[in-house]
């Protein structure tokens, strides 16, 4: 079992910054942010690889940074030009066995947060 603990959500005007962490109680190979608006369905958002290779959602690319310390056990989530669009719950996700990754795939990461709020007022 890895347990993952997200902080770093708030409000913030459009155009503004935030950083999201995740904090993992052991090793994970494969890490990811995952986001959900009311009424909507989770959807991907960023992965990254145990070589720190990356892979984004078209709707992010170019504002939102993902990266992961050393011991791949903190993952952050650097986001830059915060849309109202991307109010939604923010989840961190983990996979500790071998496979694809980069992926933002919900079905390639047994391992959830509880989720930290994003709000983007205009």
């Known amino acids: 079992q890895v347990q993952l603990v997200e902080s770093g959500g708030g409000s913030v005007q459009s155009g503004g910054s935030l950083r999201l962490s995740c904090d993992a109680s052991r090793y994970t190979y494969c890490m990811g942010w995952f986001r959900q608006a009311p009424g909507e369905e989770r959807e991907g958002v960023a992965a990254?690889?145990?070589?720190?290779?990356?892979r984004y959602a078209d709707s992010v690319k170019g504002r939102f940074t993902i990266s992961k310390d050393n011991a791949n056990r903190t993952l952050y989530l650097q986001m830059n030009s915060l849309k109202p669009e991307d109010t939604a719950t923010y989840y961190c996700?983990?996979?500790?066995?071998?496979?694809?990754?980069?992926?933002?795939?919900?079905?390639?990461?047994?391992?959830w947060g509880q989720g930290t709020q994003v709000t983007v007022s205009s």
């Open positions: 996700a983990a996979r500790s066995t071998w496979g694809v990754c980069p992926t933002i795939s919900l079905n390639d990461f047994p391992y």
């Open positions: 990254i690889a145990p070589n720190d290779g990356t």
